[in-house]
């Protein structure tokens, strides 16, 4: 997959490299941004049980 984005990229290698980062930088960015957010509420997180057991309290 990376190979067949690397080949479609235009420019030299500078040029790739620099547009390999844009783009690594804008999934991130749409990740953090609407992914992570839309999927929070859906994950097991914030559901904690914690027991301190009777040791834990002496």
Do not use: C
Request: glycine share 6%.
């Amino acid at each position: 997959m990376y190979g067949w984005i690397w080949r479609h990229l235009p420019g030299n290698v500078w040029v790739k490299a620099l547009l390999s980062l844009v783009l690594v930088l804008a999934i991130v960015y749409v990740l953090f941004q609407y992914v992570f957010p839309w999927a929070e509420p859906l994950l097991p997180f914030n559901d904690v049980t914690v027991d301190r057991g009777m040791d834990a309290v002496r």
